[in-house]
């Protein structure tokens, strides 16, 4: 048996009776290794920028589900993702062909650190990624209390090829034509975009940018715990390095409990 958001709930199995199902509306395949999707979005669901959900499709009588960041603002209408294609991935290889229409699962719970609450008050909020991790700051960049906490944003992604980057320039130009954002933003947000693997204007890996000078110099400071804050978001690696140069500079890792100066996520999909 096939089922969906027509299934009366008497007649869903135990498993699904946790979720909601939501009808995809758009999907976007930037690369033959990304793509995006929007979906319905619950009108009882709350979230802050920058969290995750749990979403996924059903399986049988279960979900099969992964944590995903929110790319969408806490004010959107619709949720938005932007995701991996892995060929062998359970989910994610699946995930790739849907199309509008199509229905995912969602448990309607979001949490995360990636967020203003764990952040002490600052100047400079920076946002760094790697790969399908700027997902959660998509979400933070285009939140009027970004700007309201801080004087300048600084979104840096790293990426192996040139066109892995479309979708972090697509959301700058996109907050650049939006009804109301430009006069809310105003100068305030920078993208740097770099790649590891073909050849581009900007190249290497963030972790070098800020050991050998070059982040200052494209910034116009280094990292300064007086007036930085931080979020990282990518690869367990990523993570690990980042999260070391900032413990070097003075900073204090944050959390929802214990605001800091700089905060992970720890998340990951197949």
């Known amino acids: 048996m096939t089922y ?3 299934t009366p709930l ?3 199995p135990r498993g699904l009776q946790g979720v909601v199902f939501l009808k995809v509306t758009s999907v976007t395949h930037w690369t033959d290794r990304t793509f995006s999707f929007t979906c319905e979005r619950p009108e009882t ?3 802050r920028s920058g969290e995750f959900a749990m979403i996924g499709l059903v399986d049988g009588e279960r979900p099969l589900l992964r944590a995903y960041s929110i790319a969408s603002p806490a004010w959107d209408d619709e949720l938005e993702f932007y995701s991996i294609k892995v060929e062998e991935g359970p989910l994610t290889s699946r995930l790739r062909h849907l199309k509008v ?3 995912i699962v969602m448990r309607a719970k979001p949490v995360g650190t990636l967020v203003h609450d764990a952040l002490t008050p600052g100047k400079r909020l920076i946002l760094f990624s790697t790969g399908t991790g700027i997902a959660p700051f998509a ?3 285009r939140d009027p209390e970004t700007y309201e906490k801080f004087d300048e944003v600084i979104l840096t992604q ?3 090829e040139v066109a ?9 130009s996109g907050i650049a034509d939006h009804e109301f954002l430009p006069e809310i933003v105003g100068n305030k947000l920078r993208f740097i975009g770099t790649t590891t693997r073909e050849p581009s204007q900007l190249m290497g890996r963030m972790t070098d940018w800020l050991r050998d000078g070059r982040f200052a110099e494209a910034t116009g400071a280094p990292l300064d715990p007086a007036t930085d804050r931080v979020m990282i978001c990518g690869s367990l690696d990523m993570l690990r390095d980042h999260k070391q140069i900032c413990e070097d500079a003075g900073m204090r890792e944050g959390s929802n409990s214990a605001p800091g100066d700089f905060v992970i996520e720890k998340a990951f999909v197949d």
Do not use: K, M, P, Q
């Open 101 to 103: 229409g199509d229905e």
């Open 45 to 47: 669901l709350r979230f």
């Open 4 to 6: 969906s958001s027509a």
């Open 10 to 12: 008497e007649d869903l």
């Open 158 to 160: 790293t990426c192996r």
């Open 164 to 172: 892995e980057l479309d979708y972090g320039r697509h959301l700058i």
């Open 139 to 141: 979400s933070v960049i």
